[in-house]
């Protein structure tokens, strides 16, 4: 049974940081692209963020290009998203996923960005 558990949220103040990790079980966690998702309030899921397997290539989103940085760990089935030069539109709930539609994803970890 695939679990994921995000952590590292919390409040920041705009042009704050925040690292979010997901600690992954229950599957082979070096074989699979890993995605980094997030639903604001009263909108649907948006795709932030993959990390390829096998080149560890990865890709974001427009609105978080050049902010945000995902890394992973396979030695320990750990994901990551650094987040820099935060804004108030990155308000939202966060959450790991195996795919980009965030069909498999955790409990999610709310990032609050206000001053």
């Known amino acids: 049974e695939v679990q994921l558990v995000e952590s590292g949220g919390g409040l920041v103040q705009p042009g704050g940081s925040l690292r979010l990790s997901c600690a992954a079980s229950?599957?082979?966690?070096?074989?699979?692209?890993m995605n980094w998702v997030r639903q604001a309030p009263g909108k649907g899921l948006e795709w932030v963020s993959t990390i390829n397997t096998i080149d560890g290539s990865t890709s974001y989103a427009d609105a978080v290009k050049g902010r945000f940085t995902i890394s992973r760990d396979n030695a320990k089935n750990k994901l990551y998203l650094q987040m820099n030069s935060l804004k108030p539109e990155d308000t939202a709930v966060y959450y790991c996923?195996?795919?980009?539609?965030?069909?498999?994803r955790g409990q999610g970890t709310q990032v609050t960005v206000s001053s």
């Open positions: 996923a195996t795919d980009r539609w965030g069909t498999s």
């Open positions: 229950g599957f082979i966690f070096r074989i699979y692209a």
